[in-house]
């Protein structure tokens, strides 16, 4: 060893700062592999309720049955997506299906929906089914079509006014 250089083995103090630094390093490592692997992660012993709105609404419209929910002690993922922008299939592709992901762990999984979302629902069971499905609150879908839409579709303005 030459001459001003300190010993770990020698010195406790540097000793002490030596292992407190490992410490802080290992601490840091564990975080930032313990936030990659746990954040998608789901509590399978908890409940999730997806909220699915209206055509021409947003997320906003199904605030209140959220707060009820949550204070119930349920997981609520309240999805807002562009209803006149895009066609069912759309919809539920980029909003629906990554947020069921989500939850793709839980216990259960349960839907309150409202008008179109009770159709974005359906199509996702039709074409994703759920081992985990909970109940399903459907408010007043349009399941069996909607005699406005049969009338008015074929007008410009209906299509520019609410979509595809």
């Known amino acids: 060893m030459k001459y001003g250089q300190v010993s770990l ?11 407190a630094r490992i410490l802080v390093y290992s601490l840091v490592v564990i975080l930032m592999f313990s936030t990659l692997i746990f954040a998608d992660s789901v509590d399978n012993t908890k409940e999730y309720v997806i909220l699915l709105h209206g055509l021409g609404r947003t997320a906003k419209s199904m605030s209140k049955i959220e707060f009820e929910l949550k204070k119930s002690g349920y997981i609520v993922k309240n999805i807002g997506y562009p209803s006149r922008k895009h066609t069912i299939e759309t919809l539920v592709e980029k909003y629906v299906r990554p947020v069921v ?6 216990k259960s999984i349960h839907f309150v929906t409202h008008s179109l979302g009770g159709i974005l629902m359906r199509y996702y069971l039709d074409k994703y089914p759920l081992q985990n499905l909970g109940k399903v609150v459907m408010l007043s879908p349009p ?4 005699e406005i839409v049969d009338k008015l579709g074929a007008f410009f303005l209906y299509k520019w006014w609410l979509g595809p």
């Open 101 to 106: 992901k989500e939850c793709s762990g839980a």
């Open 143 to 146: 399941n069996g079509g909607s």
């Open 9 to 19: 083995y020698n010195s406790t103090n540097s000793l002490m700062s030596y292992f």
